[in-house]
């Protein structure tokens, strides 16, 4: 075991879980039948567009799956084959620390955490199932982000909320966004996938959304890019569903697992912005990439060097040193992360708990013992100075 570093650490991938009003306390009459909680055979379920949603199967989050259930099936220990909810055990009642700013930060107390980005959970499941409603998405990450200044603050130097943000209108997305800035938020989240709309989906890196990554980049900001339902899992149903039904996350199949609707999602998302010409263009610009893992880094590097190597002419800087400048990775706890550090630099790798979600960390302090064979200077870096250069908009 190691001693307990003795500098404040940063971890950038905490959690809230949403309670109804999250999303309706603020949500206008308009687009409330777009987003309802519903009875169904005694159970509250979510609506969303109209169509009953599994997505989620407990949307009110009165109970979960506790803290860190599922940590040891997530490391392979799992000798006996459990499926995920069989490991998780039974689920816990809701908590305040879940849901509560000032709760949660006796808990980053108690657990030897000085500052945390935290993230909403439910959200990440209005944008693909809204995609043709572009305006019920911004208003009800508005409404969210309205309910997160009250409930958490977006400035109080210890709980940095992200501002969730839809592309799908650039005037309105810009909107929000001078909106979080005068609240203090620190970063914003956009979903790694392409932007849908009315007009079909394309790019966030094309340059219709140059207005959006000019304030970024002039606030200094950053923008986190996490894990969601990226639309990525209709592949899976293509092979086995015929393209019907919907991504169910906490169903898990080992044909969609090697499919990698997580790290395929994320790649691209990378790629379309080194490609695509934001960091030429903005090149302050800075991504966080956030509980996607790491495995797809190395495929995903090898891609972009032999790209290189055949359209040099394409590409307005080496693309792979162009990478390394603009994008941090926070990788699992079960991920390789010394070597994710060689491939990147350790000066761009950051801690995440994912706490309290029942795939991360019960304790998120054991993040350390991953990372033992790491110098301290790397260590230091990872648990602590890299978030804190985010937060505070530093530019190296």
């Not at 400035?155 to 592309?167: D, E, K, T, W, Y």
């Not at 092979?239 to 999602?265: H, Q, S, V």
């Not at 990775?329 to 995440?352: C, H, N, Q, T, W």
Request: overall charge negative; hydrophobic content about 40%; some cysteine.
């Amino acid at each position: 075991m190691n001693t307990a570093p003795d500098y404040p650490i940063y971890d950038a991938d905490e959690h809230y879980y949403e309670p109804p009003e999250a999303f309706l306390r603020y949500l206008s009459k308009e687009f409330k039948r777009d987003f309802q909680y519903v009875e169904v055979n005694g159970r509250t379920k979510l609506a969303v567009g109209g169509v009953i949603s599994d997505y989620i199967p407990n949307p009110t989050f009165e109970v979960v799956a506790d803290v860190g259930a599922h940590e040891g099936w997530y490391r392979g220990q799992n000798p006996e084959g459990l499926s995920l909810r069989e490991y998780g055990g039974k689920p816990v009642k809701s908590r305040p620390e879940f849901h509560s700013g000032p709760a949660h930060l006796k808990v980053m107390d108690q657990e030897g955490i000085h500052a945390a980005v935290l993230l909403p959970t439910l959200a990440s499941v209005v944008e693909e199932r809204l995609a043709h409603k572009p305006e019920t998405i911004q208003a009800l990450f508005h409404s969210l982000n309205q309910w997160v200044a009250d409930e958490y603050g977006f400035s109080n130097g210890r709980q940095f909320p992200v501002g969730a943000i839809n592309l799908s209108d650039v005037e309105g997305a810009c909107k929000e966004l001078d909106f979080l800035l005068e609240a203090g938020a620190r970063s914003v989240l956009i979903r790694p996938a392409p932007v849908a709309g009315l007009r079909g989906s394309r790019s966030h890196a094309f340059k219709e959304f140059d207005p959006f990554w000019k304030k970024v980049e002039d606030s200094g900001i950053f923008v986190a890019h996490h894990v969601s339902d990226s639309g990525y899992d209709r592949i899976y149903r293509w092979w086995t569903e015929g393209g019907k039904g919907e991504f169910r996350p906490f169903e898990k199949d080992p044909f969609n697992e090697i499919l990698d609707w997580m790290g395929r999602a994320i790649s691209d998302t990378l790629a379309a912005l080194l490609c695509h010409g934001v960091f030429d263009r903005f090149p302050n610009v800075r991504i966080a990439v956030l509980e996607n893992g790491s495995s797809w880094l190395e495929p995903l590097l090898d891609r972009i060097k032999h790209t290189y190597a055949k359209m040099p002419q394409a590409f307005a800087k080496d693309p792979i040193e162009n990478f390394r400048d603009h994008v941090f990775i926070a990788p699992f706890y079960e991920d390789p992360v010394e070597k994710v550090a060689g491939m990147i630099g350790s000066d761009r790798v950051l801690f995440g708990s994912d706490w309290p979600h029942p795939e991360g960390l019960k304790k998120p302090m054991d993040f350390v013992n991953d990372i033992a064979s790491l110098s301290e200077d790397d260590k230091k870096r990872i648990m602590h100075s890299n978030l804190k250069g985010l937060l505070e908009g530093a530019r190296d």
